[in-house]
């Protein structure tokens, strides 16, 4: 895989700033087959910056449903999966500007 098929986007959340500010952390959503060290590889190689640790979490789909005057629908999210990723003190990026 090369780096824009692991990296799919950034994640832009409340509790993500605050891992930015305070702890030097950031989240992207990445492909599902990923591993860490690709998800490493990759980021050193879009951002220019060093990797320290990378955790990684698969979130489940959710089930959704909508009553409608025909009926009900059903539907269903996709599941993804998230990486949060720490980098040597010093170092940054400037998410907003290069997504």
Do not use: H
Not at 24 to 39: H, R, S
Not at 53 to 64: D, I, Q
Request: charged share 30%.
């Amino acid at each position: 895989m090369n780096t824009k098929e692991i990296l799919i986007r950034p994640l832009f959340t409340e509790k993500n700033t605050d891992l930015n500010a305070e702890q030097n952390q950031y989240g992207f959503i990445v492909a599902k087959a990923a591993n860490k060290i690709e998800i490493a590889r990759a980021i050193k190689e879009r951002y220019n910056v060093t990797v320290t640790s990378v955790n990684t979490a698969v979130v489940k789909g959710k089930t959704k449903t909508q009553f409608t005057r025909r009926g009900r629908l059903a539907g269903k999210k996709p599941t993804y999966k998230k990486a949060f990723v720490s980098l040597k003190d010093g170092d940054t990026i400037d998410i907003v500007e290069q997504a």
